[in-house]
């Protein structure tokens, strides 16, 4: 079975610019999730979708980030502006059914962001 | 205060001993208790799950939860260099419908050879 794909692995970008990242989930997977991880923290859900609704988005900031799930399948995360402190890596994962915490979460191996 | 707290790091220990790995909470909404492993530049993999109090063993690993002391503890028994990576905690409320998860910032642990 492939896991979480997630494009790309690596992003630099000066402040001020926009980034995408792609992601795409476990096939069959209903619920997909957008953590951020800052180094040396936990990851931290910006976003969940269940199928292409969103179940989650109370920690995203929606004044630069956004999030789309086409289909039910792939999804992708944008950030417009970036700022500084949005440096991080970016993790998505999926489960397959949507119950949430006792349904394993698969992740990627996460798009790390440079913002200089 | 942080819902999850855990011990950064790092931590290390000569291969073969026994780790011992802790998160103390504050939600007591909580009731299930994760831990995950997450190696350099890679994603957290899930290595246990356990729901409410008590102990889980699995290989080399146990899980244990003290909901009364909102302690949680995962045990790493004849601890391997591949076991060096970073520990992740993670917690939820409940096992219905949509939940949370909520994690701990990771311990670093490094087996040495």
């Known amino acids: 079975e492939a896991g979480v794909a997630q494009s790309p692995r690596y992003k630099i970008i000066e402040k001020r610019q926009s980034v995408a990242f792609w992601c795409n989930p476990i096939?069959?997977?209903?619920?997909l999730y957008w953590y951020q991880q800052i180094l040396g923290q936990g990851p931290k859900l910006l976003i969940q979708?269940?199928?292409?609704?969103?179940?989650?988005d109370s920690q995203l900031p929606k004044d630069r980030f956004s999030a789309e799930r086409l289909k039910g399948v792939d999804s992708t995360l944008k950030i417009q502006p970036a700022k500084l402190e949005d440096s991080a890596v970016y993790l998505c994962?999926?489960?397959?059914?949507?119950?949430?915490?006792?349904?394993?979460?698969?992740f990627g191996p996460g798009t790390r962001l440079t913002v200089l | 205060q942080k819902e999850v707290e855990q011990d950064p790091g790092p931590l290390s220990v000569p291969e073969g001993a026994i780790v011992s790995l802790n998160c103390t909470y504050s939600n007591s909404a909580f009731q299930y208790f994760m831990w995950y492993r997450q190696y350099s530049r890679k994603g957290p993999e899930l290595l246990m799950y356990t729901y409410s109090s008590g102990n889980k063993e699995d290989g080399r690993f146990t899980a244990q939860v003290d909901k009364s002391s909102k302690y949680i503890s995962l045990f790493i028994r004849d601890s391997q260099p591949s076991d060096s990576a970073t520990y992740l905690c993670?917690?939820?409320?409940?096992?219905?419908?949509?939940?949370?998860?909520?994690f701990g910032t990771g311990t670093k642990l490094q087996v040495i050879p």
């Open positions: 979708f269940q199928n292409n609704g969103v179940v989650d």
């Open positions: 994962a999926s489960s397959a059914r949507p119950e949430g915490a006792t349904d394993t979460q698969y």
């Open positions: 993670a917690m939820s409320p409940n096992s219905g419908g949509y939940q949370k998860v909520t």
């Open positions: 096939s069959g997977h209903a619920t």
